[in-house]
């Protein structure tokens, strides 16, 4: 893996794409860019907030773009909206990049999405039947985030881009 290649962290929500993204970034001295942010910064709300005002299917068209977009700038990694993975355009754009999926069974990702009021109230389960072939579609690297911590996906990660723990390589 070089520097020069972007890196896109996906998964359902409640599996640390922001939280892995950021590690991932510092340690290899990237910029990080997350879609949550975005729509706050862009539109004015959180993910849930957008929905409800603008409805799901702009939501999800707000944070392919940030992807496409995020994509074809510098490289750097990229914390993208799970809802990413079902327009052919995005998944098309990462096909550049390294995709990492962050993945844990329903049940963890429920507990984690109840902790964050962020979120829109979606279903794990729900979630995961319309995107998972997506999501293995797309995915160059894939970890349990519910066995692993963030600091062991990112040693997992160093170790499969084939870089020292310290991410200088």
Do not use: C
């Not at 844990?104 to 009021?117: F, W």
């Amino acid at each position: 893996m070089r520097k020069n290649k972007p890196i896109v962290v996906i998964g359902l929500m409640g599996s640390g794409k922001s939280t892995v993204g950021r590690l991932i970034a510092g340690a290899l001295g990237l910029p990080f860019s997350d879609s949550d942010p975005f729509l706050k910064e862009k539109y004015g709300g959180s993910a849930a907030e957008f929905a409800a005002r603008e409805g799901i299917d702009v939501l999800h068209a707000r944070e392919a773009e940030h992807l496409v977009q995020q994509l074809a700038g510098e490289p750097k990694v990229i914390a993208a909206a799970a809802s990413t993975v079902e327009s052919a355009p995005a998944r098309e754009a990462m096909r550049e990049a390294l995709v990492i999926w962050l993945d844990a069974k329903d049940a963890v990702l429920a507990e984690r999405m109840r902790s964050s009021d962020h979120r829109p109230g979606f279903s794990p389960a729900d979630m995961r039947a319309r995107r998972e072939r997506h999501f293995r579609e797309v995915a160059d690297l894939t970890y349990d985030v519910g066995a692993l911590k963030p600091e062991e996906v990112l040693a997992a990660v160093l170790r499969d881009m084939g870089l020292p723990a310290s991410g200088q390589g």
